[in-house]
């Protein structure tokens, strides 16, 4: 089980980028998963989740901004995020856990995710 981030980047304010994570050799149809961000001397913060029921939740401050989903193999995940601001700059990492459906309450809690990818840097400058 493995997960792989790419799309990151370096990008102005205003502008978009679309982080891709990809599961190799399983489907992510039946894990919650999420994306996170961490920037240094800080913990990880849920950005977005979504479980197999296709219920998503967002942190409020990307809350119309970005937008996470799955394709329909349901072995690639996505955050597209528009309209980027210099305090969104950070390493994002998607991650999973194995349940269906994604606890309601919100942030998510890192320590309850069992597999993360490495980690795609996205830089965004005023």
């Known amino acids: 089980v493995q997960l792989v981030e790419s799309g990151g980047g370096s990008v102005q304010a205003g502008g978009s980028l679309r982080l891709s994570c990809t599961a190799s050799?399983?489907?992510?149809?039946?894990?919650?998963l999420g994306w996170f961000r961490q920037t240094p001397g800080k913990g990880r913060e849920g950005v977005a989740t979504t479980g197999s029921d296709g219920r998503v939740s967002y942190a409020d401050s990307v809350k119309g901004r970005f937008t996470i989903s799955r394709d329909s193999a349901k072995t690639t995940l996505y955050l597209q995020m528009n309209s980027l601001k210099p305090e969104d700059t950070a390493m994002y990492y998607c991650?999973?856990?194995?349940?269906?459906?994604?606890?309601?309450?919100?942030?998510?809690?890192?320590?309850?995710?069992?597999?993360w990818g490495q980690g795609t840097q996205v830089t965004v400058s005023s």
């Open positions: 050799g399983y489907t992510l149809s039946t894990y919650c």
């Open positions: 991650a999973a856990r194995t349940d269906l459906l994604c606890p309601p309450q919100w942030p998510p809690i890192p320590a309850h995710f069992g597999i």
